[in-house]
């Protein structure tokens, strides 16, 4: 079975700390990917990133950066010097195989970032 | 515009009453996703469509739900004699095959009486 936990539910962080989002998977697929999607409060899911179960290279982009590790079945989320405008709830999600069908998402964290 | 485009916006209906939301995906995306999105839940999947092939309705919660999509094109949800659990936000969204890269509208939040 897929399976997709964020154990966050809500975070709160003060402008320009850097913060850190969970995600931890289940899959018995050995190829699969993983995703990060966010939902401003007032705006539609946008597309973050997707890594594949292959590289576990470390991704950066900009403030954004993200940490595959297939020893512990996460796909870490950090934002450094967080700012209000991050605010949003941000789902982690998983796809199977090559065809990537239906994707399976996380609950979703609710991050705050307060000025 | 160029993004998915979902109607109607806001729908209130009276419980067992049928309603249909549609999904008008971005042009040259093959594949549409419809998820529903309930106060507290995550992103549950309902079904999903690829080209000619045939649907994973896997998520479709139950008899009551059924979609269509039209010359792989627009996608119409259809819930017959709706509930009051019914009542959630429902996501189209579209992508290019094998991606996973969905571009979500900005949802149809069904409210049911």
């Known amino acids: 079975a897929q399976k997709v936990t964020q154990a966050q539910t809500e975070i709160s962080v003060v402008e320009k700390e850097d913060v850190t989002l969970d995600c931890v998977y289940e899959t018995r697929d050995t190829t699969y990917y993983l995703f990060w999607y966010k939902q401003p409060p007032s705006g539609e899911l946008v597309f973050l990133i997707r890594r594949n179960s292959f590289d576990e290279q470390n991704e950066i982009s900009g403030r954004y950066s993200w940490n595959f590790q297939k020893s512990t079945s996460s796909f870490n989320f950090t934002i450094t010097a967080s700012q209000v405008v991050d605010s949003a709830v941000y789902f982690c999600a998983l796809g199977r195989g090559s065809t990537l069908g239906r994707l399976y998402f996380g609950r979703g964290t609710q991050l705050t970032v307060w000025p | 515009g160029a993004g998915v485009s979902q109607s109607p916006s806001n729908k209130v209906t009276e419980k067992g009453k049928d309603v249909e939301l549609r999904c008008d995906p971005i042009s040259g995306h093959t594949a549409l996703y419809w998820y529903r999105q309930s106060l507290g839940q995550g992103l549950e999947f309902l079904i999903y469509f690829q080209g000619n092939s045939a649907p994973d309705k896997s998520g479709l919660p139950s008899d009551r739900f059924s979609a269509e999509r039209t010359g792989g094109s627009v996608s119409t949800l259809t819930i017959q004699r709706t509930q009051q659990e019914d009542s959630a936000v429902y996501l189209c969204?579209?992508?290019?095959?094998?991606?996973?890269?969905?571009?979500f509208g900005e949802g149809s939040r069904l409210t049911v009486l």
């Open positions: 969204a579209s992508s290019f095959p094998n991606t996973g890269e969905l571009f």
